[in-house]
């Protein structure tokens, strides 16, 4: 079983729409949690962390459950501009592993 | 300006060549990792070094080996490639604290083996 699973989409929305996006981890040891952001062909950047007690930036907002043991992504007001793939990342305990998972697609459509 | 870089971005080789993909980052980070990605299987990690002189396998380390003689430099050497490592190759560094930091990655390095 893969330690990080995500729906891999695509996902197409209008502009202005709210999506969501879930990942389950499989190790219950796993300690932090990311959501990067990677164009077409370009390295990952980080989007945000993902704190116990949830997380907002902007029109972001991040969720962890550990008793279900996944994360949530939620965009607000989608632009053009997220379109994108969305990498769901975890670390173990010991903090020296990172898992991806394999990515949703999101495109946004005008 | 912080960055990881990565040479080359674009390397056609042959079966058993023996070459080496530079990573080098201006951060002072203690941290550094070499991924790969291919479709479906997302990132998965080669190998990570938590400081000079101290590495470690990652998920699929087969086939793969690195140094870190300087904090700065982690090169990934393949000694005798062969067509199922073609892939995407990412390095990334963060700064080493409770795991919860940024990993920055380099731009990447395409893989052809043939």
């Known amino acids: 079983r893969k330690e990080v699973e995500q729906d891999p989409g695509p996902f197409n929305v209008p502009e202005g729409a709210t999506v969501a996006f879930n990942c389950t981890y499989s190790?219950?040891?796993?300690?932090?949690f990311f959501w990067y952001r990677q164009d077409c062909r370009k390295e990952p950047k980080l989007l945000m962390s993902?704190?116990?007690s949830g997380n907002e930036d902007g029109r972001f907002t991040a969720q962890l459950n550990r008793a279900s043991q996944y994360i949530s992504l939620l965009i607000r007001d989608s632009k053009l501009s997220d379109s994108a793939t969305y990498l769901c990342v975890s670390n173990h305990q010991t903090g020296n592993q990172f898992y991806f998972g394999t990515g949703t697609s999101l495109t946004v459509i005008p | 300006e912080a960055q990881v870089t990565q040479n080359p971005r674009y390397l056609i080789t042959v079966t058993g060549k023996k070459l080496t993909v530079t990573c080098s980052q201006n951060m002072n980070h203690e941290y550094m990792s070499w991924y790969r990605q291919d479709p479906g299987l997302g990132l998965r990690q080669i190998y990570y070094s938590m400081n000079v002189e101290v590495t470690d396998k990652g998920d699929v380390p087969e086939g793969y080996k690195v140094s870190r003689k300087e904090k700065r430099n982690f090169p990934l050497i393949l000694e005798s490639p062969s067509p199922n490592q073609t892939s995407l190759y990412f390095c990334a560094s963060s700064s080493w604290g409770s795991g919860t930091d940024t990993q920055y990655f380099g731009p990447g390095t395409r893989l052809t083996v043939l």
């Open positions: 190790n219950s040891a796993s300690q932090s």
């Open positions: 993902v704190y116990s």
